[in-house]
């Protein structure tokens, strides 16, 4: 069992930044690939970026490519999302998830625990 609780959201200006954390419980962090997604009201939620469980690889969604970097500390049980060039429509809750082992990073389904989010507000 992992237990995944993101902070650091909140709100900023369009063109600021902001570094997204997720504090994973457990000592087996590191047997996890991470990913961040989001979710805007009213639409689906949608992949952000991906790490693999060494931190040698990752991957980010079209939209973010970039702007926004994804990093994690083992030592820490951390996955950390920096936000660069923030723009209104990045406005939306995000999540940290992790992974026994995805096929694809960006497919939610794949994902086996969930934080509960945090609210990130780009204002223009």
């Known amino acids: 069992q992992v237990q995944l609780v993101e902070s650091g959201g909140g709100l900023v200006q369009a063109g600021g930044s902001l570094r997204l954390s997720c504090a994973a419980s457990?000592?087996?962090?590191?047997?996890?690939?991470m990913g961040w997604f989001r979710q805007a009201p009213g639409q689906e939620r949608e992949f952000v970026a991906a790490?693999?469980?060494?931190?040698?690889?990752?991957y980010s969604g079209d939209s973010v490519m970039g702007r926004f970097t994804i990093s994690r500390d083992n030592a820490k049980n951390t996955v950390y999302l920096q936000l660069n060039s923030l723009k209104p429509e990045d406005t939306a809750v995000y999540y940290c998830?992790?992974?026994?082992?995805?096929?694809?990073?960006?497919?939610?389904?794949?994902?086996?625990?969930w934080g509960q989010g945090t609210q990130v507000t780009v204002s223009s």
């Open positions: 790490i693999s469980r060494g931190g040698t690889r990752t």
């Open positions: 998830a992790a992974s026994r082992n995805y096929q694809s990073p960006g497919a939610a389904h794949e994902y086996d625990y």
């Open positions: 457990g000592r087996t962090f590191s047997s996890y690939a």
